[in-house]
């Protein structure tokens, strides 16, 4: 049952990495490092190296950073060139961390293509909430959520396999409307 529980929260962290990527992975960071996992193992693991100091420094750089990204209109076109291969790293990354502990030898690195799934498919979420708010980024109404979303994921691991769910409801929306959008755009041949 403990690795049904690490599957579900590392596929829900990553999917919450595909809308902000260092967010769900400070998270598990700071949650894996005070013990407050519930329902599978993250310590004594090959992924232990990502709830090091030295590891919460640079990530603590990468959250203000990505943030700052975020709301700096300067920033914005960088913004947009790293936040694809930066969410599908850290979903790869959590996903992977998650498992760890659960899986015997290599086999928590089933774990990188199920993050780097699951943040492509947040990162296609992200993409139909902007064009629906007309190009512009929600902000921090999406951070605090992230962040909830992101607590609840290492509280409840089960719900890792809801917001996949969710997610892929979402993507499916997203694709119809994407069709509607340019519908009446066809160029005849």
Do not use: C
């Not at 599957?7 to 400070?26: E, H, M, S, T």
């Not at 598990?28 to 599978?40: I, Q």
Request: overall charge positive; hydrophobic content about 65%.
């Amino acid at each position: 049952m403990e690795a049904a529980w690490a599957i579900g929260a590392g596929a829900g962290l990553a999917g919450l990495a595909g809308f902000r990527a260092f967010i769900p992975l400070a998270v598990f960071m700071f949650m894996a490092r005070m013990g407050w996992v519930w329902g599978f193992q993250v310590d004594d693991n090959p992924m232990d190296f990502i709830i090091s100091d030295m590891a919460a420094v640079v990530l603590l750089v990468l959250v203000v950073l990505e943030v700052l990204m975020t709301r700096v209109k300067a920033m914005v076109p960088v913004e947009k060139v790293l936040r694809l291969p930066l969410s599908v790293a850290a979903g790869a990354l959590i996903a992977s961390a998650a498992m760890a502990g659960e899986f015997p030898g290599a086999a928590h690195f089933a774990g990188i293509a199920i993050g780097a799934g699951m943040a492509l498919l947040g990162s296609y979420v992200l993409r139909g909430l902007v064009m629906i708010g007309e190009g512009r980024d929600p902000g921090p109404a999406l951070d605090i959520s992230i962040l909830i979303l992101s607590v609840l994921m290492m509280l409840v691991p089960p719900a890792g396999y809801v917001l996949a769910l969710l997610l892929l409801y979402l993507a499916v929306r997203v694709r119809r409307l994407r069709k509607m959008k340019y519908k009446g755009l066809r160029v005849l041949a």
